[in-house]
């Protein structure tokens, strides 16, 4: 029978906090092609490194009434060939001084046992550290990533946003500052350009002269966290109309982009990396974008299929990696631990930093700018991100990576969405439990699930997708595809779930079936250290040659039969064809999926924090926050600067301008609208957390506020 119905899939209440034993998963394996080539390995040139920073001043073009600085590392190729491609890198959201626990750090900010402890944003407005602090050198902790890119002939540019924006106060329209750090990487860009033209020298400090050395028609760009974001912005405002940028950097084509944890929604825009080759690598057990909102992006070009140039899209979700460690710099853990099965940590909270996370960002990172950017680019390295193939060996050594995947989301001659879940077409149930339609937790609203369960397996128990267009040919592309992943239900067993999938024809004939788990593991889900479920939908693609029995010109729709795992909950999202070219499946082997284990790490509940906790005032903003009342918080346990927002609730209500009051973590204040704080009901609680919502982590709870006492 046909079933519509819409409903909203709400984040599952409860979670496991730890989990015991090892388990493994017999006879599990999918058929992938070989492996693409390996992007991480060192190149043939020797490299070499300095800086550039000049003083601190207003820039109202990057943002007026507050001191910032161009400040960045810059590694290269040694000697540095005319005409080289450009990668520019920028950090996310840290404290800007840090301290050692025993000793001083020596010149280049490190302990001599210990982590560096950043825990003052005193840099931030004042430009100075406290005493025994240093300035902690955020933008140097990609150097691994930088230098091995360098060697293989790309100018790298790694900015710090340390004066004025890390760890400082938003703005309204851009409460992370993310359009701020994307246009600080558009100074930096105008600045390259004017030192590439010979308009201006280049920085002595350098020791290089960058006339004629920057190729701008092969730029790419790498955001970790809030920068991520950053370099979202940095790309759209480039491409604004009526933008002052390129008449001031000239033409330049952004290539290739890589995101690592970042954050997404903290600007008043939507930025979306549409027109470029974009990858973002989701770490499954972070501990600060613990929400991995780094999906919302690609959901949106999953969801948006008229992509001007073809370019492809794809996340990868790696297995137990936590947010601090793929910046060298970012020396304490962000993260306890992970859950659920196949995600073990790859990080040691005890330790600092980790070799694994870093090669998997060699390994990811390098594959798409070796791949995309560059006249020497490879585009056999992208397929480092095609789910059809095998991951390298330097990959899959360290740990499991899924990906979810798209050829291009340019429709219809790369790409063509049969199905979408939001469309009239009719779906067919038989003998399932339930079928439902609507969105995922941790998704875009833009991107459409459908939810399937059974509890028996059997050829009668399917879902049946037919095309509201009628039947289509699509023997002009070459693979099909859908997006899926399990909810967190007890359904599913503690092995894999497998099903199989054929492809119905205008007379209601079905192809040969072909087994899910030959194209993708669907096990899971996974769990991240605050309890949530990260279900972010890994995509199968099946080359259409796979499909017998069937004509490819006349397809109207899709069986999936529930007639293998006994039973189960699964979701299903976005079904298309695409053009990606159909390579021979290398060897045609069946091979196990790797790390097959349950984490046994126990997460540690996060701290709820009340002692010490006071309003110290509320206060009538002056000039420049006239209309704002500001109310101040302290606390005796440090509020930390985290790449997710700071958000300070107030009954019902939320609020995200928030600073640090004399560049004080015991200090908050927060500016509210008159309007809004008049309105708060009388006594109502208060509480500081990091993310909207229910938030993620540690919590500070202060007394009620009494919003009739205003300090005028």
Known sequence: MARKVLIRFFRPTTFWIAVLGIVAFAGSAAAYRDPPPDASGTGPNATAVAEYKFDAVIDPDIIAGRFTEVWARVYWPDPLPDNSPLLVFLHGNHFTCGRCSVGLPDA????????????????????????????????????????QLAS??????????????????????????????????????????????GLDPTPSSLGIDLTGKIDFSNVGLMGHSRGGEGIRAAYQQYRDSGSIWPPRIGPVNFNGMFEIGPVDGQTSR?????????????????????????????????????????????????????????????????????????????????????????????????????????????????????????????????????????????????????????????FTTSNLASFARGTLTEHSAARQVGLVTWTFSDSTVYLESDWASGAVDISGYSIFEFDTDRQLNGLNPPTPTNFHVQLVQGDGSLSDPLSANNYALIDGPQGGPSGNVHAMLKTA???????????????????????????????????????????????????????????????????????????????????????????????????GAKDELTIVKIGSEEFDLVDYRDGDPLRLSVMIPEDRFFTLPQGSDVMVQYGRGNGYGDKWIFPPLNNGTLNR
């Open 108 to 147: 280049d900010g490190h302990c001599s046992s210990g982590p560096r402890i950043d825990d003052s944003p005193q840099y931030t407005t004042s430009g100075t550290c406290p005493a025994n602090y240093v300035v902690t050198p955020n933008h140097a902790g990609y150097g691994y990533l930088a230098t």
């Open 152 to 197: 293989w002939g790309y100018l790298v540019v790694s900015i710090n946003v340390n004066r004025g924006i890390n760890a400082g106060s938003g703005v309204l329209g851009d409460t992370g500052l993310n359009l701020v750090r994307g246009r600080m990487i558009l100074r930096h860009l105008e600045l390259l350009s004017r030192w590439n033209q």
């Open 541 to 639: 693609r099946i080359p259409l040659s796979d499909f017998t029995t069937i004509d490819l010109t006349q397809i109207a729709g899709v069986r999936f039969t529930f007639d293998d795992t006994m039973s189960g909950a699964i979701f299903l999202s976005t079904i298309a064809v695409d053009m990606a070219p159909p390579a021979g499946m290398g060897a045609n082997a069946e091979i196990a999926s790797s790390r097959q284990s349950v984490s046994t790490q126990g997460v540690i509940p996060p701290n709820v924090y009340t002692a010490g906790n006071t309003i110290e005032a509320a206060r009538l903003g002056q000039a420049g926050n006239l209309g704002m009342v500001i109310v101040d918080l302290a606390t005796d346990a440090p509020i």
């Open 270 to 426: 939507v930025l979306t990396p549409d027109g470029t080759t974009w990858e973002v690598l989701l770490p499954m057990c972070d501990g600060d974008v613990s929400n991995l909102q780094g999906i919302m992006p690609y959901d949106r070009v999953r969801s948006a299929f008229g992509e001007s140039r073809a370019t492809q899209k794809g996340n990868s979700t790696v297995y137990g990696a936590n947010h601090n460690y793929f910046n060298t710099e970012w020396q304490q853990s962000d993260s306890s631990g992970c859950t659920g099965p196949n995600n073990p940590r790859i990080f040691n909270p005890a330790l600092i930093g980790s070799p694994e996370q870093q090669q998997v960002a060699l390994s990811l990172g390098m594959a798409l700018f070796r791949g995309a950017v560059g006249p020497s680019a490879n585009p056999l390295f992208l397929d480092t991100f095609d789910p059809l193939y095998s991951p390298t060996p330097t990959l899959s050594a360290v740990t499991r990576v899924d990906q979810g995947f798209t050829f291009s989301p340019k429709s219809p001659d790369v790409s063509v969405v049969l199905e979408n879940f939001t469309s009239a077409a009719t």
